[in-house]
């Protein structure tokens, strides 16, 4: 979204009376602009992290080193603040780099004999904080992907038998090298279903690059400065553009459809599952919110779809174009939608 | 319309094939109006270009070209090739050089190339580019096709003549590659729509051959088909036979044709009024021989003589100028006459008076169909005793026409002889001159269609003072001459002459080939033309015909058009429902559907004013979308709502927001009702002033007219 988007959000926003919806939105506007002004020239993935963040998902970033992934990651957990938690063992940002010898306490934590009380103290690992960046996961060994996945999907880790809870808001964007595999641990099918999103990028645009060389200076002072947003009012626009956003039969119609099309599809060896439709209405409704609507359209579908199922379904051998096959896939039920509008 | 259709023939075999089809259809086209070179020109051209299109219009520099350009520049190139084949011909350079046969071959094949090369570069590039430029390329195959064999008409397989000559000199029957050719046309064409796998394209093409095969069926139902011609000569001559054969230069040279069709039926006579000939025979004049051109009798030229013939088919009623006399000894006789086989002029039972088309009952069977009536003589010939000859209101010069006679002494003489005998009482009677003559060639006579007669240079002459061996015609120019050397004025009568026996009882008469006759007349004062017919005693030619009664009557009925007849016909068909029914309930519902569809498109338009508040963004958007559909502007398939709208949002920004506010009605929660009713009234306003700003005239002209506009909002 661009700055005028921002702006036509605000204004839609006061439009929408009678309401929480509002005040959501406000909360997105500047959890966007904030990340915004420190990462230039990726706003289509800031928006998708921020879907994300309040669709309570997670992010996989495929990405080459250097192009803003930790910087994204770093600003959106700086954007939040603890507020009135005075939980002091959850922090803002994490960032985990994964190696092929990481152990998983080396992620969760491990507990410590502590001499003064004579007992053992949990240790919190990086994973308790609100944004955690979990670097090249596909570095390290499988034992430690797993208890890593297990976090993401329970939102807890348990140690020597003793559950931890993990904070409402834990947000992870995970990222992995598209080309330098050697030595690497790729991530099956079913542990890519954790996450909502895959996005893959591709280099920013030269105007944005210049940007970033331009500003580098002003925004490495900038930090500290920006606004911010507390973990309470995210996890209430959560609640709130859950509870007010729309999603018309129609359109979980138009989600069944395309699923079982794919499923139908002979270029397709084994299809999305029912949970990534679960885990998709959620995203769709941020989307729609971030657009200034309550209710979810074919829009919100046409953006978020390709990005939700495109790691989710495994292609025939022979078949490269994911992209493709997800487009054939979505025209007939995507017509059916735009068609129901008119009908009663 | 310039939408660019991604065309998928960048391929070499698809090339190819399309190339050879079209190329040979050129080759087809140019068989009929050129050499070989210019053939072999015209084919090479079309692959040429081809290749140029197919291979070269996605690269530079032909792709930054605009369709109009290119045409215009194909166009060009053909006019400088027609001006170079016109300066390799017209002028003496090429033919100096070389020879008048080569330049006349270089003209050819420049003239020929070029065109080929221009139209089919066109062709190809409207293929490529437009969407329907294919069905223009298909179009032009099929008529290539068409053109080459419309002379092939009427079941004329030696037609087109450079066909049928090159089949005909090889001993090779014409219509086997007749029918090569229309494989391969239906070959080519079927090929073509293969190519096609562009699926937008082919509801186009089918179309277009849909409308081709409809006009044709609708052409055929309005014009009927050609009548095929019923000829033994495998349709060679392209003509029917000849009825009568009284349409020779020489009438004498008639008996050369070997009869083998004596028996062919060439015309079918209904008596409406019942007639019995006191002489045996029924007489059907057809036109006659009363002028003497120098060598021989002949149709007459002059206006005044003969004025009793009916020359010509009217459409409607034609009368006899000049009436016969002694009406108080004829009757008037109606007869229907049906003819099976061309004729020049009309005949009808002697004396005809008058001629009256009539509906054709059948026009597969019969050439034309009409009323004759006629003045049937019912004096016996003791009544002409003691007439005198010749008509009062006759010129001198008429007078003698009729008494002209070739200048022969023998003629006279043999004539006085004849009538020495005579008795007294008779001595200056004409009749019993002319009865005395008659009885002689009855006598010495010998009826046979072989003689020498035909290529003296007066076969009647020949005949009458030699061996006096010959036919009908020898007959009565014999006797002719002889009646007009007594001062009698005499012609010779045209016609049939069929037995009375023939008609069996019944009413109906059958006229066959062999009826063919002629016969002397005289011209009896206040009586007109009398038929005294020399008939030979001895005949070497068998004169009778097996009674052909069924046909007769089948052929009778028919020409009366009796209900019988029909019922006959209806039985026939097998067909439980009529063509006509069927076309005329097509009529219908093409005419149903275009009222209903009418219907539908106003009342959607209308609904939104009357309905209620809460349906007003499903109504209202949707007459919207409608004015929209009807100037072109309508969502593609798969296309959401909200991408349509930007799509369109440059020329109607409105819609944005309708859209808007339309979803968030359709999908949204609808607790929350916006006060929509003025909103959509000032939203609605605004697209219709955009529409209307934003388009055409004649877009907005055709979006009135299409009855289907709304078909295309979704």
């Known amino acids: ?344 | 319309m310039t939408v660019r259709v991604e065309h998928s023939s960048h391929h070499f075999l698809p090339t190819s094939l399309r190339a050879t089809i079209i190329a040979s259809s050129f080759w087809v086209l140019s068989l009929s109006m050129t050499v070989i070179s210019g053939s072999i020109a015209a084919f090479t051209g079309c692959l040429f270009s081809c290749y140029l299109v197919d291979l070269q219009l996605h690269k530079q520099p032909l792709n930054t070209l605009r369709t109009s350009t290119i045409l215009g520049l194909s166009f060009s190139a053909w006019l400088l090739a027609i001006l170079f084949a016109n300066f390799a011909v017209n002028t003496d350079t090429a033919a100096g050089l070389f020879s008048p046969i080569v330049a006349f071959n270089l003209g050819e094949t420049m003239k020929w190339f070029g065109l080929s090369a221009s139209i089919t570069f066109s062709l190809r590039t409207l293929a490529h580019r437009l969407s329907f430029g294919a069905v223009i390329e298909i179009l032009f195959v099929a008529s290539a096709f068409v053109i080459t064999l419309a002379a092939h008409r009427n079941g004329m397989i030696h037609r087109p003549f450079f066909i049928g000559d090159f089949a005909l000199t090889r001993g090779i029957d014409p219509s086997s590659i007749l029918m090569a050719f229309g494989c391969g046309a239906v070959l080519s064409l079927s090929a073509l729509l293969m190519m096609e796998n562009n699926q937008k394209r082919l509801p186009y093409h089918f179309t277009v051959l849909g409308l081709l095969c409809f006009s044709l069926l609708i052409y055929v139902r309005m014009f009927g088909l050609p009548t095929p011609q019923m000829t033994d000569n495998m349709g060679l001559t392209g003509q029917a036979q000849n009825g009568n054969s009284g349409q020779r230069d020489n009438p004498f040279r008639d008996g050369e044709n070997d009869n083998n069709d004596k028996e062919a039926p060439v015309a079918v006579v209904v008596f409406r009024d019942d007639y019995e000939p006191l002489n045996g025979s029924y007489y059907f004049r057809e036109s006659a021989y009363s002028e003497f051109n120098g060598a021989m009798l002949d149709y007459a030229t002059r206006d005044d003589m003969d004025r009793d013939l009916i020359e010509h088919f009217t459409n409607s009623r034609s009368d006899s100028e000049q009436l016969p006399g002694a009406n108080a000894e004829r009757k008037l006789v109606r007869t229907s006459i049906g003819m099976l086989v061309p004729h020049r002029n009309p005949f009808g039972l002697v004396s005809p008076i008058a001629y009256e088309n009539t509906a054709n009952p059948n026009n597969l069977r019969f050439k034309r169909t009409y009323d004759a009536y006629s003045m049937a003589p019912e004096y016996d010939f003791e009544y002409l005793i003691g007439r005198d000859t010749g008509r009062d209101d006759w010129s001198e010069d008429v007078l003698q026409q009729y008494l002209t006679l070739p200048d022969d002494p023998r003629y006279r003489a043999l004539a006085e002889e004849l009538i020495q005998d005579l008795r007294p009482e008779y001595a200056n009677d004409p009749f019993a001159k002319a009865w005395a003559i008659k009885t002689y060639l009855d006598e010495n006579g010998i009826y046979s269609l072989k003689n020498d007669h035909a290529y003296e240079p007066d076969p009647a002459a020949s005949f009458l003072f030699g061996d006096l061996t010959g036919y009908c015609m020898h007959f009565s120019f014999a006797a002719t001459y002889m009646f007009r050397s007594l001062g009698i004025p005499a012609r010779v009568g045209i016609g049939y002459s069929v037995p009375a026996a023939n008609r069996a009882g019944g009413s109906a008469l059958l006229v066959q080939a062999i009826h063919g006759h002629a016969w002397p007349e005289v011209y009896f004062k206040d009586i007109g033309w009398v038929i005294i017919d020399p008939a030979p005693q001895q005949t070497l030619v068998d004169m009778t015909t097996d009674p052909q009664n069924d046909l007769q009557q089948l052929l009778g009925d028919m020409l009366r058009n009796d209900a019988s007849f029909e019922d006959f016909l209806e039985s026939q068909q097998t067909s439980i429902i009529q063509l006509r029914t069927i076309l005329n309930i097509l009529y219908a519902l093409a005419g149903l559907t275009l009222i209903v569809a009418y219907l539908i498109k106003v009342y959607r338009l209308w609904i939104p004013a009357v309905s209620a508040n809460e349906s007003q963004y499903r109504l209202g958007y949707r007459a919207a979308l409608d004015r929209l559909s009807a100037v072109g502007l309508h969502r593609n398939f798969g296309e959401s709502r909200e991408k349509f709208a930007a799509r369109i949002a440059a020329t109607i920004p409105s819609i944005q927001p309708m859209t808007r506010t339309h979803l968030a009605l359709a999908l949204g929660d609808s607790q929350h009702e916006p006060d929509t009713a003025s909103e959509w009234k000032e939203l609605d306003q605004s697209i219709r002033h955009e529409i209307s700003s934003t388009t055409v005239s004649w877009r907005k002209l055709l979006g009135i007219l299409n009855p289907f506009s709304w078909l295309l909002t979704k």
């Open chain 1, 1 to 344: 979204m661009s700055s005028d988007n921002v702006a036509e959000v605000e204004e839609l926003s006061t439009a929408m009376s009678s309401s929480e919806l509002p005040k959501a939105l406000d909360v997105l506007a500047t959890l966007q602009a904030t990340v915004k002004k420190q990462v230039l020239g990726r706003d289509d993935v800031i928006e998708l992290a921020i879907i994300a963040l309040i669709a309570d998902g997670h992010v996989l970033l495929e990405d080459f080193p250097g192009s803003g992934k930790t910087t994204l990651a770093k600003a959106l957990g700086e954007a939040i603040i603890n507020g009135s938690s005075n939980d002091e063992s959850i922090v803002p940002f994490r960032r985990i780099q994964f190696t092929p010898d990481l152990l998983p306490s080396d992620v969760t934590g491990v507990p410590v004999f502590d001499s003064n009380s004579n007992a053992f103290h949990f240790r919190h690992g990086p994973l308790f904080a609100h944004v955690v960046l979990a670097d090249e996961i596909n570095r390290t060994s499988p034992k430690v992907q797993s208890a890593m996945l297990e976090a993401m999907g329970e939102k807890q880790v348990t140690v020597d038998n003793v559950t931890y809870a993990l904070d409402d808001l834990f947000f992870v964007i995970a990222t992995q090298n598209p080309l330098d595999l050697v030595g690497t641990y790729p991530l099956p099918t079913p542990q890519l279903d954790r996450f909502l999103f895959k996005i893959t990028m591709d280099h920013i645009d030269r105007d944005s690059e210049l940007d970033v060389l331009d500003t580098y200076k002003t925004r490495r002072d900038l930090s500290g400065q920006l606004e911010t947003v507390t973990r309470d009012q995210v996890l209430r626009a959560r609640k709130t553009i859950d509870n007010e956003v729309a999603i018309g039969a129609s359109v979980k119609t138009a989600l069944v459809d395309i699923s079982r099309n794919l499923r139908d599809d002979d270029r397709v060896l084994q299809g999305n599952s029912t949970r990534s439709m679960v885990l998709l209405l959620p995203a769709l409704q941020v989307s729609a919110a971030l657009r200034g609507r309550d209710f979810v359209s074919a829009e919100d579908i046409e953006l978020l779809l390709p990005r939700v199922l495109g790691h989710r379904i495994e292609l025939a051998p022979g078949v490269s174009d994911v992209e493709k096959v997800l487009l054939d896939n979505m025209r007939e039920p995507m017509e059916q939608l735009a068609r129901s509008t008119l009908s009663k």
